[in-house]
């Protein structure tokens, strides 16, 4: 089935440790997004790439990083992971650039900081 | 600051029909969507609201009214498979979406 693939589903680390959250989609939308997801909050937005080559910084960029080297992959890079970075996150893309239309969503990777 | 707010929780009963209320106040209005995430999942896509009125699909319909701010989804024939928290998001005047934290629907036999 066509659509976003997220990788891994679930992680434990340790503080301090780098880590890549892998997103991978095979529809050819242009833009792609990061989002954080906690209890009792909104989705928030990392960083997203309305195509490929750019990027841009969303809500909460801080300790993150992304590259957008190609239209089907946008991986997600803690560099120093920190306890307060313990989320699920999601990515996700949508076929437009000039902004989210309906947006297509991986099925989460979750991440422990310890 | 920029505001998207819902119910934390909701309760209702199989069969019957519940209303889902979200209340914006952001900078400038591109459409309101609505998205059901079950739990543990991803989120997916309901409906969409750039025009006041109401859209209608299938058991599910969203209204909105710009001039108050103001959304709802409304669930029809409610099932047990509805279970789920359903996020309520505006398109603000940058193009950027704005996330309420959702509403969680529990429905009973």
């Known amino acids: 089935i066509a659509g976003i693939t997220q990788a891994p589903t679930s992680q434990i680390l340790a503080a301090g440790r780098r880590m890549t959250l892998r997103c991978t989609q095979d529809?050819?939308?242009?833009?792609m997004y990061w989002y954080r997801q906690d209890l009792g909050l909104g989705l928030r937005l990392i960083h997203y790439?309305?195509?490929?080559?750019?990027?841009g910084k969303g809500e909460v960029p801080d300790g993150y990083s992304v590259s957008r080297a190609n239209t089907d992959d946008f991986p997600l890079t803690l560099a120093s992971a920190v306890p307060s970075q313990t989320s699920v996150y999601f990515c996700?893309?949508?076929?437009?650039?000039?902004?989210?239309?309906?947006?297509?969503f991986g099925e989460g990777s979750r991440l422990t900081v310890l | 600051g920029q505001n998207i707010d819902q119910p934390t929780e909701m309760t209702a009963t199989e069969g019957a029909i519940v209303q889902i209320n979200c209340t914006y106040q952001?900078?400038?209005?591109?459409?309101l969507f609505w998205y059901q995430q079950h739990a543990g999942e991803a989120p997916t896509f309901l409906s969409y609201?750039?025009l006041d009125g109401l859209e209608e699909k299938g058991r599910f319909s969203s209204f909105l009214s710009r001039s108050k701010g103001y959304s709802y989804l409304l669930l029809k024939e409610l099932q047990m498979k509805d279970s789920a928290s359903y996020l309520c998001?505006?398109?603000?005047?940058?193009?950027?979406?704005?996330w309420g934290a959702g509403t969680k629907l529990i429905i009973k036999p």
């Open positions: 996700a893309s949508s076929e437009g650039s000039g902004g989210p239309g309906e947006l297509f």
């Open positions: 609201n750039v």
């Open positions: 952001t900078s400038g209005f591109n459409g």
């Open positions: 529809m050819r939308h242009n833009a």
């Open positions: 790439s309305n195509t490929a080559g750019t990027t």
């Open positions: 998001a505006v398109r603000d005047s940058n193009y950027q979406l704005i």
